[in-house]
Structure formats: structure tokens, C-alpha cells
């Protein structure tokens, strides 16, 4: 038997083959939602236009629901001899109402509910991967409050280059996130209008309400080009772009757990909760979860590419290529989504080792640029000389194999007369971070009322809902 949603002009069933390329079912059965919500929005408005009856709209709306539930209990048989979850929910009302199910499909088509499904279910994901961000910044605001004074070292180039504060470093990724959230709200905006009732490319000529179906399902407004509404899958690729950037950011603080954690560095502990043991090596705590996260970057931008290989040489308007958009797509955002939870949790989860981090901030001749600026305020050198006198300074306590504040002050003043006792006193890695009082910096007193801030931001936020 040929398909009985097109299969008028075939006579013969399609090659298996040929069934095993087109169909989609196992993928956008994930969509059921989202398509029985656009159809029940769609039926309303034929009514209410004068296009079908009041009562066959009543009938297909309690037949959608009836399915939705079906799908929800497990009940629902999704067969793939109807390819996809269009033919699939539609045909299943048939079985249940009857032919009034056949109405359901005036002046709409495949390609507009589709593209009309995708971009709720694209929707809901910036919602939740939204949420999602906003419990990691709060994991982050948290533990930057309680370590807004711990002292460990800065890094550039991994070196050891200034001392820091662990609620600062926390605080850099409470604004990476709060970015990220950015270019999510930024993609939701521009996704946020219907296609549905553009039809298969050019609109139709039955008198539909756009505007009514638009507003039913929490649109903005309806698109305003029929070939484009069914053609593009711009949203998926910005939204994609918004998640590869936030995967990237999940991924450098990933690292850095791996780091931390390494018996080298030795900076954080995680708990057994967090950590996996090894079959063979009694005695390793391997930071398995920050790893993973660190890979599945590679699956969100993957699908990015993925989709933008799809996209770049399709003509208008809809190309059946564009059934590709879905399984990388959600795979990649349910990626995110559970990087974004494992980070998370290991924010919440560390413990970090404060003496070790100290004594590591110290290491490294790390408070050197606090010499060479004691230089330039109180004896009013120019920053250059000073820098070069500290190295001078510098070479000789590594010599001597001491820390910068180990070195007898006469061994200073061998290298510049006019250094005093005073000095002293910028020499400790907590006099340095609390000097760092500029705009930004990490002096403890501005770390903790960023933190503070952020937690009434946060919290003012979830007042909103
Ligand atoms: N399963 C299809 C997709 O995901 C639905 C649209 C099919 N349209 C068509 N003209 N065959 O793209």
C-alpha cells in the first residue's frame, strides 16, 4: 500500500531502503508537544475564521489532547512507515475522530509546521538552558562570597603571575555566564515569530488569521515572508552559536578543575560524588565529570558546523536536507544543558585547599609587580626602571634561593639605596590582593561586594520568574 497522507498518485510501497533514508520519526517524535500545540492553535483559528465547523474543531482539539496524553502515558505506537510526527499524530486522530482529522491540514503544510514546531521546541531550550545558567551563577556567587579573601595564584601563560582571589576567578565565569544568557535571550528574540500558515511556500488562499495562531502560541507575530518562514533554520544556527560559545566557556573552567585537582597543583579536592576511581590504580581520584564536560564541547559545535554544512547550499524554499537540523541540534543542547548541571555541581562540590593555594600565590616571585609599583609611588621612579631594578631584585633572591619578602632588606638596597623597611609591606600576597582596589580587581573588598551584588541581581530575577 502507498502512503495514505500522499500516496494519491503511487501505486507501490517505497524501497525499505528509501524508507530508511526519509524517515525522521525517531528523531522529532520529540517534538510531539510542540506539534500538538500548533495544531490545536491552528484548528482553532479555521473555526474561528469560518474555514471548518465549530464541532470538527472541537473534535480534532480533543483528539489532539487525547494523543498528547497517549504520547505522555506511553501508550502511543509511532510507526515509521509514517515518517514523521506530523503524519504520525494526524494519523492517529483520524483513527480516533474520524475524517473530520482530514480538515486539520487545510492552509497548512508540512514545511510550516515543521519549521513551526522547531522553533517552539528551540524556544523552550533557550528557557531552560537560561535556568540552567542562572542556578551555575549562583553556585559561583555563592562560593565567590565564602572565598571572597582566599588568596591563590593568577596564571598567565600558566605561569604564576599576581596573586588572586578564588571568589574573583569564580566571579569571571558569573560574567561569562551571564554573556552567554545574553546571546540566548538575544537568539530568542529573533526566533520568536510563527511561520505557521505560510503553507508549503507560498501562503494560501484560504482567509487564515496568522496574527490568532502567532499569539496562540506565544509568537510575537507571524513571519513575514512565506519562503522564508519555511526555509530557514537561521534559529537553530544562532541559538547553536549562543550554545558553542557557552560550551567553550564550560570547558575552560573544565580544565581548569583537571588542573586544580591534579596531585601537581593540588589548588581544589572534589568529592567522591564528583570524582570516579580507576580499576587498577587503588589510589586515583580522576576528575571524570569536568573531563566530559570538556568533551562534549565538541558535540555543540559540532552540531554547528553540522547544520551550517547542511544550510550553505540550499536553494529556497524548503529542501528535505533541512530534516538534518534536529538530531544534532538536540543532541548538542542536551550536551550543554548537561555540561551547564555538572559544572554546577562541582562548584558546589569543591573544597578548595586554601593553604596550598596561598603558599602557591607566593610562589613564583608572584608579588614582583608589587615591588616594582612601591618603587614608582614612593620613590617616584618610572615604571620601567623599576621593572628593571625588581628584576634585579628579583635574580638575586633566586639566587639565594629565597622568597621576595625572605630577602634581607640590605639586599635590596645593594640593588637600589633608597629602598626602605616600608617595603615590607607590600612584599605578602594578601597586602597585594588588597591593594588591587581599581574598577574589576581582585582586592577581597570589591570580590565581595561584586558577589553581593550578584546574589540581590540573581535573586530580583527569580522574583520576575
Ligand atoms: N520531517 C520533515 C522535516 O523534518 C517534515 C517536513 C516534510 N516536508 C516535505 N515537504 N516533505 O523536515
Redesign the pocket.
Known amino acids: 500500500m502507498s502512503n495514505k497522507m500522499w500516496g494519491g498518485r503511487f501505486s507501490e510501497r517505497p524501497d525499505e531502503i528509501m524508507e530508511e533514508i526519509n524517515v525522521?520519526i525517531d528523531v522529532?517524535r520529540h517534538l510531539f508537544a510542540q506539534d500538538i500545540a500548533a495544531s490545536k492553535a491552528h484548528a482553532a483559528m479555521l473555526a474561528s475564521q469560518g474555514i471548518i465547523t465549530a464541532s470538527d474543531a472541537k473534535n480534532i482539539g480533543k483528539g489532539l489532547d487525547t494523543i498528547l496524553s497517549e504520547i505522555g502515558k506511553g501508550d502511543f505506537e509511532f510507526k515509521r512507515a509514517l515518517?514523521?510526527i506530523?503524519m504520525n499524530v494526524e494519523s492517529r486522530l483520524s483513527e480516533l475522530i474520524g475524517p473530520a482529522a482530514g480538515r486539520l491540514h487545510t492552509a497548512r503544510s508540512?514545511?510550516d509546521q515543521?519549521a513551526t514546531d522547531f522553533r517552539l521546541y528551540v524556544r523552550d531550550i533557550v528557557d531552560e538552558t537560561d535556568a540552567a545558567l542562572a542556578a551555575f551563577q549562583q553556585a559561583l556567587v555563592d562560593r565567590a562570597l565564602e572565598h571572597a579573601g582566599t588568596v591563590m595564584p593568577g596564571f598567565t601563560h600558566l605561569q604564576t603571575a599576581q596573586p588572586v582571589t578564588f571568589g574573583h576567578h569564580l566571579l569571571a565565569y558569573v560574567e561569562m555566564a551571564a554573556r552567554d544568557r545574553g546571546r540566548f535571550q538575544d537568539a530568542r528574540k529573533r526566533l520568536n515569530e510563527s511561520p505557521l500558515g505560510a503553507a508549503a511556500l507560498a501562503g494560501t488562499s484560504f482567509p487564515i488569521d496568522r496574527h490568532a495562531t502567532a499569539k496562540a502560541l506565544g509568537f510575537d507575530r507571524p513571519m513575514a515572508n512565506s519562503l522564508d518562514a519555511v526555509s530557514d533554520r537561521d534559529f537553530v544556527l544562532e541559538t547553536l552559536s549562543a550554545a558553542s560559545i557557552c560550551a567553550v566557556h564550560m570547558s575552560r573552567f573544565a580544565e581548569e578543575i583537571v588542573i586544580w585537582t591534579s596531585p601537581l597543583v593540588g589548588m581544589i579536592r572534589l568529592s567522591d560524588k564528583f570524582t570516579t576511581g580507576s580499576s587498577i590504580m587503588p589510589q586515583k581520584r580522576n576528575p571524570d565529570a569536568a573531563e566530559l564536560v570538556r568533551a562534549k564541547t565538541g558535540r555543540v559545535i559540532g552540531a554547528l558546523n553540522g547544520l551550517l554544512i547542511v544550510m550553505k547550499g540550499l536553494p529556497l524554499a524548503?529542501q528535505?536536507d533541512?530534516?538534518e537540523d534536529?538530531q544534532g541540534a538536540m543532541e548538542g543542547f542536551a550536551a550543554l544543558s548537561l555540561a551547564i548541571r555538572a559544572m554546577t555541581g562541582m562548584v558546589r562540590d569543591l573544597v578548595p585547599d586554601e593553604a596550598r593555594m596561598r603558599l602557591a600565590a607566593g610562589e613564583g616571585y608572584a608579588t614582583a609587580t608589587d615591588l616594582a609599583d612601591w618603587l614608582v609611588r614612593t620613590l617616584k621612579m618610572p615604571f620601567r626602571e623599576a621593572h628593571h631594578v625588581t628584576g634585579r631584585i628579583v635574580a638575586k633572591a633566586a639566587e639565594s634561593g629565597m622568597a621576595l619578602h625572605e630577602l634581607p632588606l640590605a639586599e635590596m638596597q645593594a640593588i637600589e639605596p633608597k629602598i626602605t623597611r616600608d617595603v615590607l609591606g607590600v612584599l605578602s600576597v594578601e597586602s597585594s590582593v588588597k591593594s588591587r582596589t581599581s574598577f574589576g580587581g581582585t582586592a577581597p573588598k570589591n570580590v565581595a561586594s561584586q558577589a553581593k551584588a550578584w546574589a540581590k541581581r540573581l535573586e530580583k530575577e527569580r522574583k520576575l520568574g
Open positions: 525522521s522529532d515518517e514523521d506530523h508540512r514545511n515543521v524548503y528535505k533541512m530534516q534536529k
